[in-house]
């Protein structure tokens, strides 16, 4: 639903130009805002016109054109045949922000020149509002590895962040120096050498209790290296199995976790350390679980709660550290991370993880599921291909052991015992399911986008049950594979249909 008047966080603009960005650095110097392009003042959607460069020739002139450089999040919007696009900026960190050397503050629902007066309360406010902003008085710039910088550049360079300044001009735009002197942020981002600031600790538990522990390790280094070491960690620990599947020519690799949900945790955990307490940050490897310790509580205004219903407003505690992992792409929206960890969780089939605060800090707990947990070997596979197959060359008839047990038909007594064997899950699918379908017509029906899921979850169980069946159980893997209901199934959702 679009807005249909201005407001103290929105604003319309018919086309882009530099009044787009003005807005942007009014609500960056304010509580943050969306700018509506394709809107005229009164509301009226006029839309705009889209190139193949045309967003990316939008961002790189908001960049150059503003200091220091901001870099909104795009959406863009249909409606009634015309495109909008809205660039959304948070209140940023480092104030005031300046376009073409002048400041600009959102009030109401317009964009005002700040005064001499206002431009320095932002400064002082900025200076306050983030530790990692403030001098570090026991290192300078001849501390810092220009190496890693050169690494964040080039990253944002292949996300289409134009870039031409030398890592250490690099550094004096983003604030990181000022003169010798290097901020406690610059510091660990780009630290030539190790110490115990950054320590993360890691450990590999042979038991759930965490009384014998197999292997441990110690990270001293730099930020911008942390998140990949710790993932190396923990990927060398978890189990990863190879899932052999009738519908495709290639396995599947899965592992016990979903790896993009447990990067995201341990990013969380490297940005929003408070790196101040004496603490280390903590990662435990168990046979059921993983556990995330994490230096540093939440903000009084902001509770667990809060956190798992997106009723919070995101309070970067290393706000010079965080921009950096944004613009690099590490971090895709603030305050958005733990609703994409928890989705990913359960489109994977496991539990939502736990967070919960302890012994001054954040635990994050990720659970295994008895379901998927543990190194599935080539004979487990094969034997479920085998159950499967078997299951497919009925050709829409009941199996054989069901057929004697009900003659020419399923009997109520047959169909209660498969009844408590059917999953939520598959009783979707059946009801799903019309005439002959492939995969990918049912994972769209069911709004999946993960095949691995769809197939654990959904399409094998219900064939190892007969409900459903290929049109070509000889050829599994075929590309043009579809399924159908067996007359198994055709009972089972006859009966049941009311209670789906």
Known sequence: MLPTKEDIKTEFKQSFTDDVIVALVAFANAKGGNVYVGISDDGTVCGVRL???????????????????????????????????????????????????R???????SNHLMTAFEISNAILKTKNSSWDFYTDPQHTIDDIDLSKVQFCINKMKRR??????????????????N????????YLLFKAREDIMTTVELGFFQDSDGIIIKDSARLKNCLVSQVDDVMDYVKKHINLAIEIVPTQTENIQRWDYPLDAIREIVLNMIVHRDYRSSADSIVKIFPDRIEFYNPGILPDEITISDLMTNNYRSLPRNKQIADIFKEMGE???YGSGIRRVIKMFTDYGLPAPEWKQNSGGVVVTAWKSDQVSGQVNSNQNIDNQNNIQTSAKTSGQ????????????VSDQVSDQVSDQVSDQVKILLKTIKGEMVVNEM???????????????????????????????????????????TEKGKQFLNKHNDKI
């Open 160 to 177: 289409g962040i134009s870039i031409e300044e030398t890592p250490v001009d690099f550094l004096r735009k983003k604030d990181f120096i």
């Open 443 to 485: 994972m769209e029906l069911l709004n999946l986008k993960h095949h691995h899921y769809f197939r654990l979850r959904y399409l094998n169980p219900a064939l190892k049950l007969g409900l459903i069946s290929m049109t070509m159980p000889d050829s599994p893997n075929s590309p043009t594979q579809k399924y159908y209901l």
């Open 179 to 186: 003169g010798h002197n290097i901020s406690f942020g610059g």
């Open 331 to 333: 971090i895709e929206k």
């Open 51 to 101: 190139g193949k460069e045309t967003i990316q020739k939008w961002l790189n002139d908001i960049k150059q054109k503003t200091e220091p450089s901001i870099i909104p999040d795009i959406d863009i919007i249909e409606t009634e045949g015309k495109t909008v696009v809205v660039l959304s900026i948070q209140e940023y960190p480092v104030k005031p922000v300046a376009f073409k050397g």
């Open 398 to 409: 009941v199996s054989d052991q069901v057929s004697d047990q009900v003659s020419d038909q």
């Open 103 to 109: 400041y600009y503050v959102r009030q109401s629902n």
